[in-house]
Structures are given as structure tokens and as C-alpha cells.
């Protein structure tokens, strides 16, 4: 499996910003999609928002006007802007990379990270 650390994470008010990264690690080719999902205390995860190597996106109507996601496909490294908080944005946060072909590992068709805790306070 592919090593995905997530940082960025951290406490924020209502209307406020935070940044998170996510950084693969390893010899890898490249990366067909990274994305990131949430996890509320008590609801399954969802998708954020996601983006291909080749630039599709695809966001959660919920955060459609608030959230860019963007990568730096050299560095296999994602990240997501995330504007206008809402205590609803609050939940663990996670790195999905989809489609990893990497030198010795081979092609790894999905990995996570361990999550960063975004909690917004109202």
C-alpha cells in the first residue's frame, strides 16, 4: 500500500479557512485520482471532492463554492482549500488515492491516509 499523510487539519470558526495537504510518499509513476472524503461521529464517509490526473473534478454539492481541491501531480501531493466553514464541514478527513502505479509495488488500485480532524466551532 501506498503511504498517504494528510495534514492541515485543526480547529476553526464558522466562516473560517483551513488548508489540507496530502502527501504520498514512495517511487510512484504516478497517481490516476486522489481525493478527499469526510467522516462525521456517527455517518458514513463521503466524497468531498475528487481529481483525476487528467483534471476532472467532482465535488459534493455541499461544498460546491467553498471547496477547490488541486494537485501537484510532480510532487503526488493533493490538497483542498476549504472556505466559508460550517459546523457541518467538522468530521475526520481522509486522502483516497485511486489507481497508484508505483516502481516496485506495482499498480495499487486504492490507498488511504489516516485522516486529519477538521472540526469547526459555530
Known amino acids: 500500500q501506498v503511504q498517504l499523510v494528510e495534514s492541515g487539519g485543526g480547529l476553526v470558526q464558522a466562516g473560517g479557512s483551513l488548508r489540507l495537504s496530502c502527501a504520498a510518499s514512495?517511487?510512484?509513476?504516478?497517481?490516476?485520482?486522489m481525493g478527499w472524503y469526510r467522516q462525521a461521529p456517527g455517518k458514513q464517509r463521503e466524497l468531498v471532492a475528487l481529481?483525476?490526473?487528467?483534471?476532472?473534478?467532482n465535488y459534493a454539492d455541499s461544498v460546491k463554492g467553498r471547496f477547490t481541491i488541486s494537485r501537484d501531480n510532480a510532487k503526488n501531493t493533493m490538497y483542498l482549500q476549504m472556505n466559508s466553514l460550517k459546523p457541518e464541514d467538522t468530521g475526520v478527513y481522509y486522502c483516497?488515492?485511486?489507481?497508484?502505479?508505483?516502481?516496485?509495488?506495482?499498480?495499487?488500485?486504492?490507498?488511504w491516509g489516516q485522516g486529519t480532524q477538521v472540526t469547526v466551532s459555530s
Open positions: 483516497k488515492a485511486d489507481g497508484v502505479f508505483h516502481e516496485t509495488l506495482g499498480y495499487i488500485s486504492d490507498s
Open positions: 514512495g517511487s510512484i509513476f504516478k497517481i490516476n485520482g
Open positions: 481529481k483525476t490526473i487528467g483534471g476532472y473534478t
